[in-house]
Nanobody
Framework: QVQLVESGGGLVQAGGSLSLSCAAS????????MGWFRQAPGKEREFVAT????????YYADSAKGRFTISRDTATNTAYLQMNSLKPEDTAVYFC???????????????????WGQGTQVTVSS
């Protein structure tokens, strides 16, 4: 069983920055990719960013490109999402997810992940 704990959400003004963290813990697991998704009220959960551990390759949703940066620390099994130039439309609950069963593809679907955090609220005021 893998536990994911997010932190770093909060309230920020438009144009500001926030950094989210996701710490993974548990026994006998291998992380192949970590991803961030978000869900705004009344909307479906959407992909934000992912990083594949084996090739250290990141991929972003168009809405995140140029503003968000995903990274990871393998020593602590923690993933990060640095969010800059935040907009009111970025307001959502942000979830991190871990892929612990290897799959092909870029890991941009929620179906590509096996474990989820509880979510952290990000609110961007205009």
């Amino acid at each position: 069983q893998v536990q994911l704990v997010e932190s770093g959400g909060g309230l920020v003004q438009a144009g500001g920055s926030l950094s989210l963290s996701c710490a993974a813990s548990g026994s006998f697991f291998v992380t192949y990719a970590m991803g961030w998704f978000r869900q705004a009220p009344g909307k479906e959960r959407e992909f934000v960013a992912t990083i594949r551990y084996s090739i250290d390759s990141a991929y972003y949703a168009d809405s995140a490109k140029g503003r968000f940066t995903i990274s990871r620390d393998t020593a602590t099994n923690t993933a990060y999402l640095q969010m800059n130039s935040l907009k009111p439309e970025d307001t959502a609950v942000y979830f991190c997810a871990a892929q612990t069963t290897l799959r092909a593809g870029q890991a941009i679907s929620h179906l590509d992940y096996d474990n989820w955090g509880q979510g952290t609220q990000v609110t961007v005021s205009s």
